[in-house]
């Protein structure tokens, strides 16, 4: 198995020939063939949710593979949109809700929402990404780590962002050898405990998240040595879900009954 820093540096040196070759795949060919052919013919919330293989495709897209069941809440978030700070994508903590809710945006577009770049060819794009972390991640989860980290560090300002993103805090604590544990801490104790090791400007500025990177990779190989099961790393990259172990039921409650958000 050759290092993680080797395979990120393999698959991100000429990223778009590496995605190009994740197109190429007849699985992930088929769909986005599919989508392309049908996004714009759908025109309202309905029917969008109604058509499975395209509302799938979408989740996916945007990082809510995991709540593609969910469809029920989901319209709930579309049909409010963002414009009103009441919503329920803007009280969820998850910002991926209200990513989601501006690609398409029925509430404000209309039956042109799904005509639109966000829907359509930036829908894609961010497909083929996740599809090729995914597929890296079935390899060496610290690859896809990495990847994750590259792709979502500039969206990141404030060490409340690090700690409301799985991933991200994994990433964290692998690369400045923090102990798993000290998540159990209150709150203001990790925000400060990060704070000792990262500076949240730092992640504006891609040579220092490339530094961060190579720092994560020697880390990742001396914390993991072998090939461990995946499963609980796995989970990391479940971020659609707002509060872990929550139902969807009851994540629509609280967001009826707190005007304050999640």
Do not use: C
């Not at 799985?166 to 998540?183: D, E, G, W, Y």
């Not at 020697?218 to 609980?232: E, F, H, L, R, Y």
């Amino acid at each position: 198995m050759i290092s993680t820093s080797t395979r990120y540096q393999l698959v991100t040196k000429d990223l778009a020939r590496t995605k190009s070759l994740i197109e190429k795949d007849p699985a992930t060919k088929r769909e986005i063939e599919y989508y392309q052919a049908n996004i714009k013919t759908i025109k309202t919330i309905e029917d969008f949710v109604k058509n499975d293989r395209i509302f799938k495709f979408a989740m996916k897209a945007y990082g809510l593979e995991d709540m593609g069941y969910a469809k029920g809440m989901m319209k709930k978030v579309l049909q409010e949109g963002v414009l009103n700070p009441l919503s329920m994508a803007n009280k969820m903590s998850n910002p991926l809700y209200k990513e989601f809710a501006k690609a398409f945006d029925f509430k404000v577009k209309g039956t042109s929402a799904t005509s639109a770049a966000s829907a359509t060819t930036e829908a894609v794009q961010k497909y083929v990404q996740i599809t090729l972390e995914k597929k890296e991640g079935e390899q060496n989860q610290g690859v896809q780590l990495a990847m994750y980290f590259k792709r979502k560090a500039s969206s990141v300002t404030t060490t409340m962002g690090l700690l409301a993103d799985k991933a991200l805090l994994k990433f964290v604590q692998t690369t400045f050898n923090i102990p798993q544990n000290a998540s159990k801490a209150d709150l203001d104790i990790q925000v400060r405990n990060l704070e000792k090791h990262i500076n949240i400007k730092d992640l504006q500025d891609p040579k220092k998240v490339d530094k961060l990177i190579q720092r994560f990779n020697a880390m990742w190989d001396v914390t993991n040595p072998s090939i461990a099961t995946t499963a609980p790393v796995l989970t990391l990259f479940d971020q659609s879900s707002p509060q872990q172990g929550f139902s969807v039921d009851l994540m629509m409650s609280i967001a009826k009954l707190r005007p304050g958000g999640f």
